[in-house]
């Protein structure tokens, strides 16, 4: 029983590091997509997001399965909750690589505006953000994770400044109100990249040292 129980522990870790994986990908992919103005990019997210919600799927039973059949306790515990909190913030990450791809081809005739603003640069960030608390939780870097929780302000930042810079670039030529109105969603959409990355570290922290280190403003120094 125990040795059923450790294999089915490790299968749910795989199949959520394997979502991780993919959802990097898809990020990557949606702001590529938008950076480079390219569709073919836009439509591989889209069509791809399917298996991310099959992972969603996967994990989500195997963590209820394990809790009807055993009674985990301590880490395996943690193990356990964190596994459905971390895979809910993926699939919101996923979400969000389409929501962007979704915003390529109304942006397609406005590539030079697009590369001119300090999206790519957020975005970049913010997708940093992502893959530090992907590889936080593969390996088991407490550390890494605190470290993510310092990073947010700086996308805060850039949100602010985007959507300055859209209100006077609307202000200034009537011509760019559309593009501007959905680059100031986009920079929402990768704000909440940021956030979705910070719960993540959250979660592993919790995991790995037992503490709940939510609205982390206080402080997560041991």
């Known amino acids: 029983m125990q040795r059923h129980f450790e294999t089915e522990l490790n299968h749910l870790r795989t199949?959520?590091?394997?979502?991780?994986?993919?959802?990097?990908e898809q990020i990557d992919l949606g702001i590529r997509a938008m950076m480079e103005a390219?569709?073919?990019?836009?439509?591989?997210?889209?069509?791809?997001?399917r298996k991310v919600d099959e992972y969603d799927n996967e994990i989500d039973r195997r963590c209820m399965q394990i809790f009807a059949l055993t009674q985990p306790v301590a880490m395996d515990l943690r193990l356990l909750m964190s596994a459905l909190k971390i895979n809910n913030e993926l699939e919101r990450i996923g979400d969000i690589a389409v929501n962007l791809a979704?915003?390529?081809p109304p942006l397609l005739p406005h590539a030079r505006f697009v590369q001119r603003t300090p999206l790519g640069s957020m975005a970049t960030a913010a997708r940093a953000m992502v893959r530090?608390?992907?590889?936080?939780?593969?390996?088991?870097d407490a550390e890494l994770a605190k470290r993510i929780l310092q990073s947010d302000d700086l996308i805060d930042q850039y949100d602010?400044?985007?959507?300055?810079?859209?209100?006077?670039e609307m202000q200034a030529e009537a011509s760019l109100i559309e593009p501007a109105a959905h680059l100031m969603i986009a920079s929402r959409h990768i704000e909440r990249l940021a956030d979705h990355a910070?719960?993540?570290a959250e979660d592993v922290i919790f995991l790995i040292n037992a503490r709940i280190v939510k609205h982390?403003?206080?402080?997560v120094q041991e």
């Not at 982390?216 to 402080?219: I, K, M, P, Q, T």
Request: proline content about 0%.
């Open 15 to 24: 199949t959520l590091i394997r979502m991780g994986s993919l959802v990097d």
């Open 216 to 219: 982390h403003s206080a402080g």
């Open 198 to 200: 910070t719960n993540i």
């Open 38 to 49: 390219n569709e073919s990019f836009a439509n591989l997210v889209i069509e791809r997001d």
């Open 132 to 140: 530090e608390a992907i590889d936080s939780f593969v390996n088991s």
């Open 102 to 104: 979704e915003r390529v």
């Open 160 to 168: 602010r400044e985007i959507f300055g810079m859209m209100i006077r």
